[in-house]
């Protein structure tokens, strides 16, 4: 089992710059993917960035040239720049154990989430 607690997250004016940050402890040999996530109100959560075992990196098309991920399977950053306000969303940390699941010694679960930061982009 895998648990995640991120941090970082706050308020910032558009233009500015954020840095949110997933701590990860557990089974961290039985994850393939980190990725961030986010939720703004009203809406469906997205993905955000992903970051592999392997080190491959991609972003979500609304974030590329803006957003960079970076980190390792303990700890997962995400360095936001050019901040709008439409960027505003409960920022969630997700763990992916892909084809590792179900391994002797990866029972699961297959996915696992942080409680989620804030970020807020005011206009």
């Known amino acids: 089992q895998v648990q995640l607690e991120e941090s970082g997250g706050g308020w910032v004016q558009a233009g500015g710059s954020l840095d949110i940050r997933c701590l990860v402890s557990?089974?961290?040999?039985?994850?393939?993917?980190l990725n961030w996530y986010r939720q703004a109100p009203g809406k469906e959560r997205e993905q955000v960035a992903r970051?592999?075992?392997?080190?491959l990196t991609q972003l979500a098309n609304s974030v590329k040239g803006r957003f960079t991920i970076a980190g390792d399977m303990a700890a997962l950053y995400l360095r936001m720049s050019e901040l709008k306000p439409q960027d505003t969303a409960v920022y969630y940390c997700?763990?992916?154990?892909?084809?590792?699941?179900?391994?002797?010694?990866?029972?699961?679960?297959?996915?696992?989430w942080g409680q989620g930061t804030q970020v807020t982009v005011s206009s």
């Open positions: 997700n763990a992916d154990y892909g084809t590792n699941y179900g391994a002797h010694n990866c029972p699961g679960p297959k996915f696992s």
């Open positions: 970051f592999t075992r392997a080190g």
């Open positions: 557990g089974d961290q040999l039985c994850i393939s993917d």
